[in-house]
């Protein structure tokens, strides 16, 4: 081999060892620079677009940087679709940020794992939260009852109705559905077919969000359970088959909605004059405050009760990661993202329902309806998860209860099935 | 028959002289050789480190129960018994193969009339395969958001279409006898443009002197094109078939923002069911001894479709 061939050899490999090493080697979680800042990472899925980040990087982090001028947050944003992605990678990696956000129902998996910190070693327990926080929503942060999360913000299905439509059909418009009889037979009446039977009002939008969020509440609403004490899958009752056969009847004997029956937009059927009734996200008010803000007068929301009052709670909640080099300055972020100010303006940018309830009597909470609706009323919220798999089957609850809305499936054949799936992934 | 003197050392000098030719030609080719490696190097690292490790990793993993929060413990087969039982992934498989039956070949079809009717003289053709190639360049995300429009069941394009015939509107993505046409419809478009490409090139590459004897002997445009174009085109059909095949087979973007596999899987592929098991369950292992199959699947088509095309060049 030529003394050139050999030196351009050597050149090559090294620029390739050096690329490779280089991609290869792993960036540690926390960081220290040369001017002696301690940088933290966050990752969150919330604070989304160019408001969200003007938000957290604009006001809320240069507030915390008042207090901890030495701390650096660099902040990593992604969605809820992709934070799975970016968790797993994340604790592959090596590489989890120091303080991450999450949602209900995520904490139990990561905590069993041990891949976060719990927040007793900051002298931080739900009794301690609790003159701020209601206990229910708190139980989303707490894994074998230590906490290792605080909620930002909470998002809660409810019931919604139009005033104006049920007054059309002969209905008070002050008297909403109380209890699954009266929601049937009103959304039965208040469904509008044209003469070839295509719908032109659904009696009740229940195909919007997930089957599963909202399956959820007519489980708990008939006194049913998704998991016993001791973790075990008890959604397979006489409950949860009742709560799925209402579901499903609603839709395939009553018609009362029909599967594929959208805007076709972002705006929401009953925002749209296309459903009369609607079990909804509480951010329909910001969605309809923007799509068609004279719709807002016509709008009121609803808790039914079968059993018991029940309505369906998710949202995101912020914790640290057990790998985090600087704890003590993960949980003064931690604590001021979960602080009143920067709780307030998260919550605004979503449309979502504040998780402290020093904020009941904010300008933003008393100005939208659904928020506050929801506030009142988080004594009858229920979390979804409360088992480490949760993360592993939930996917599977939204494919079960579709089984059953195409009738491919019976409601008890769909819960047998899920049951079993649950049952093998906690033996897993 | 006598040799002179002169002859045999004319032609001693001569085999001298070709063997120090030879010789000369050897180290050429060596260092040829050299360079030749050098240059494929990275290419190759790259392979190794991106193709063939991970793929090892990919058949350790599948013998594992590995699922990222512990460290993983070997299961030996227990993920391929357990992926034989299930359903969905069964179901999943077998819709690979209906959009990959349906898109492929389909798409094969319409691009090479496409790819043989932009290559006539026509006014504006570079426009035109301009346009044809623009949906390959396309983010799929962003293909599939505007087709979801159009598909969309009270505005939606395609049902304004039906209903000015006064045909009731199709639930296109949301009703399982119709999600995977509408699925397989989006996959014929979007691949018609890469397809369209290499034909047209190919169909450049035929020498037009077939076509003016075939001519002379009175072949008609139609015979011209199945006795000449078809065939002088194997090699390329072949080559687009291969690509196709391992594209349709990965098919995952359009499914994951249209459909998320439903509804009640009916277009539930492999790819998204591997994501699926892997990003939302956590289940490494598992996911991983699905990609293995799909995999092994891939590449045995592959091989199936080489060995065909060597027989058949």
Redesign the interface.
Known sequence: MSRRFKWMNLLLISILLVGVLGACSSESSSTSNAEGKKTLRLLTPIFEGSDGKDILEGEIIPKFNEEYPDVNVEVEYTTYAKLNEKLTTGMVGGTMPDVLMMGVGWIEGFAKENQLKSLSEFDTDVDSLSATYNEKVLQAGVYKDELYAIPIMLDARLGVYSKKMFEEAGLDPKHPPENWDELREYAKKLTKRDSNGNLEVAGVDLLSYDHRQIWLPFLWQNGGKLFDEEGNAAFNSTEGVEALTFYTNLVNKDKVTDVGFETGTDASLIGSGMAAMAMAHNNIWTNIEQQNPEALEDIEFFVMEEEQKAMFYGGTLATISESTEYPEEAFALLTHLTGEEASLLANEQRGNVPARMDLLDSEYVQNNKGVKFAMENLEYAYPEGGVPEWLEIRSKFTEEIEQALYKEKTPKEALSDLEGYAEQAKGR | MEVSESTVSRKNKSTKQHSVNALKFSKLEK?QR??GV?LV??AM?HFI?FTTIPILIALWLSMT?Y????PAQWNWFANYVEMWNDK?FMISIWNTAVYTFWTVPVSMAISLVIAFILNQKLRMRAWYRAAFFLPHVTATVAIAMVWM?MY?????LFNAFLESFGI?GI?W????NWSMFSVVLLGIWKGIGQKMIIYLAALQGIPNQLYEASKIDGANAFQQFMRITVPMLTAATFFIFVISLIDSFQVFEQIYVMTGG????STTVMTYEIY?N???????GYASAQAFLLFVIVFILTIISRKYMKSEL
Do not use: C, H, T
Not at chain 2, 173 to 176: E, K, R, V, Y
């Open positions: 260092k050299k360079a050098i190097l990275p690292i480190m129960d699922r990222v929060f512990s969905v429009w969309n069941n009270e505005f939606g009731k639930n993505l949301g009703d399982p439903g509804p009640i899987n699926q892997a990003f939302e369950s956590y289940r490494m």
